[in-house]
């Protein structure tokens, strides 16, 4: 990642970027999960994978991706996977899912829509932190998870729990960290 500034920039800013022209990123039907709420096989990535989440950590880019099924009242029930690149361009996707609805606490919340469009961070003090929307069909909210390692989550419920904000529509939340040298 290289971190540029100029008259025209602020010292955040992130660039200058080339645009590839390819796909990064595309479904695949092959990749399949055993969906822990209804109890069956699932195609978790096959219909689509979008809207990325990224971080550079160990020299590679780790991209949570949402990637949908195509089962559902919704069109797909939406589950985010792990999608790394040595070069920044290549990226091959876990063969599971990472985060995704469960028989947990959460499931009223991220069920039948599912886990969606995830912000990382690596956080100051190691791991990372993940807000992402659990979509149960009628309403999204803004959830927050923790990994050690962006294999494994820890879902924490609505990243405004506890406050009248808890049930207010979020999508695409972030996180802002600083930016050291």
């Keep these: 990642m290289n971190c540029q500034t100029n008259p025209q920039s602020t010292a955040w800013q992130l660039g200058p970027f080339t645009r590839n022209g390819g796909t990064l990123l595309a479904a695949r039907p092959d990749l399949r999960f055993r969906c822990p709420v209804s109890g069956q096989d699932v ?3 096959a219909k689509d994978v979008f809207n990325p989440g990224a971080v550079v950590h160990e020299g590679r880019v780790h991209l949570l991706v949402r990637a949908e099924d195509e089962v559902g009242r919704y069109a797909g029930v939406s589950r985010i996977g792990l999608a790394i690149s040595n070069d920044g361009l290549h990226f091959d996707l876990e063969p599971e899912p990472v985060l995704f609805p469960d028989n947990d606490a959460w499931q009223a919340w991220e069920w039948p829509g599912g886990c969606e469009d995830p912000r990382v961070v690596e956080s100051p003090d190691g791991g990372f932190v993940c807000l992402y929307t659990a979509f149960n ?12 390692d962006l294999r494994r989550w820890t879902k924490h419920g609505p990243a405004f729990g506890g406050t009248a904000h808890a049930k207010n529509w979020a999508k695409s939340g972030f996180i802002v960290i600083e930016m050291r040298d």
């Design 43 to 45: 195609a978790w990535a």
């Design 137 to 148: 069909g009628t309403h999204g909210g803004l959830f927050v998870a923790t990994s050690p």
